[in-house]
């Protein structure tokens, strides 16, 4: 079993930066790889950025290429993502996922994923 903890998130207006972190617990975490997704009202959940387990390979929604990053700090346990330029549609509720499949995590199919924490961008 993984356990993802969440935190960072908040408000921020147009242009902008926020960070957020999760933490994972449980066994062999820096086996899986570590990915976000989001949700923004009234929409379907989607992909938004994936790293493997030893960080040398990473993945975008085309949406957020270029101004986001993703990391990982795997004596932390730890996945951040650093959202940098940030736009009133980045708003959504971002959950931090895990999985042992790069492309599970890509296709939103991963076994676990945080508790959620809220972005909202102000125009």
């Known amino acids: 079993q993984v356990q993802l903890v969440q935190s960072g998130g908040g408000s921020v207006q147009a242009g902008g930066s926020l960070r957020l972190s999760c933490a994972a617990s449980g066994r062999t975490s820096s086996l899986y790889a570590m990915g976000w997704s989001r949700q923004a009202p009234g929409k379907e959940r989607e992909f938004v950025a994936v790293i493997n387990w030893s960080g040398d390979t990473t993945d975008y929604a085309d949406s957020v290429k270029g101004r986001f990053t993703i990391s990982r700090d795997n004596a932390k346990n730890t996945v951040y993502l650093q959202m940098n330029s940030l736009k009133p549609e980045d708003t959504a509720v971002y959950y931090c996922?895990?999985?042992?499949?790069?492309?599970?995590?890509?296709?939103?199919?991963?076994?676990?994923w945080g508790q959620g924490t809220r972005v909202t961008v102000s125009s």
């Open positions: 996922n895990a999985d042992r499949s790069f492309d599970h995590i890509a296709t939103l199919k991963y076994d676990y």
